[in-house]
């Protein structure tokens, strides 16, 4: 099973700055990460695909960039809305694997 | 606009079955596959497995092997999860995540099916 490790496990930044989120995969997963954002009581949503694609109707302010086994989350000039926690999973081979997940607070 | 709406909570023994349901609409039911995940109280999301409504094959992640059943009704539009043996491990929040049209990637997800079990 691919282990994926996310660091921080909770990120303080103020609205207005930009915040780097870090994904690792424990053997090479290429390009075949997502990131999803959850907020509280609700499903988790689709951010980026195949590293570096947004998702529909994510604004520009979410960039996603690695391969092989190191992938981040670069959202810039953070919004109120943005607050919430992060989560990677590759989906390479069974069984498909999330990170623990990187809170991303106010601070 | 697609849909997946689940069922509602439930309140479960330990050692009973239960059966969730993920009501689909809004897109061709047979063109993509559903995956479920689930999310215990504070963790991250845990997949569990694939179903392809097409044909009805099936991939679970091992841990779940023989303790949940994946189905699909095409009359329906509706995918099933059933969940055996339950034990206190298994309160989690239960999710179908569709899969992305030409990829793994899991699009849309249906708002989540809180199981809770407790004696």
């Known amino acids: 099973e691919i282990v994926m490790t996310q660091s921080p496990a909770t990120l303080s930044v103020s609205p207005g700055e930009s915040a780097t989120l870090s994904c690792r995969a424990s053997?090479?997963?290429?390009?075949?990460v997502a990131w999803y954002q959850q907020k509280p009581g609700q499903a988790p949503s689709l951010i980026i695909y195949g590293a570096s694609s947004r998702a529909s109707g994510i604004p520009a302010r979410f960039s996603g960039s690695g391969s092989g086994t190191e992938f981040s989350l670069t959202i810039s000039s953070l919004q109120s809305e943005d607050f919430a926690v992060y989560y990677c999973?590759?989906?390479?081979?069974?069984?498909?694997?999330f990170g623990q997940g990187t809170k991303l607070e106010i601070k | 606009q697609v849909q997946l709406v689940q069922s509602g909570a439930e309140v479960k023994k330990p050692g009973a079955p239960v059966k969730i349901s993920c009501k689909t609409s809004?897109?061709?039911?047979?063109?993509?596959?559903m995956n479920w995940v689930r999310q215990a109280p504070g963790q991250g999301p845990e997949w569990m497995g694939v179903i392809d409504p097409s044909g009805g094959r099936t991939k679970y992640a091992q841990k779940f092997q023989g303790s949940i059943t994946m189905t699909s009704d095409s009359s329906t539009s509706t995918f099933y999860l059933e969940l055996s043996g339950l034990s206190a491990e298994d309160t989690a929040i239960y999710f179908c995540?569709?899969?992305?049209?030409?990829?793994?990637?899991?699009?849309?997800w249906g708002q989540g099916t809180l199981v809770t079990v407790s004696s």
């Open positions: 999973l590759q989906v390479i081979t069974w069984p498909y694997t």
């Open positions: 995540a569709r899969r992305k049209d030409g990829s793994n990637y899991f699009d849309y």
């Open positions: 809004g897109y061709t039911f047979t063109r993509h596959y």
């Open positions: 053997q090479s997963i290429n390009t075949n």
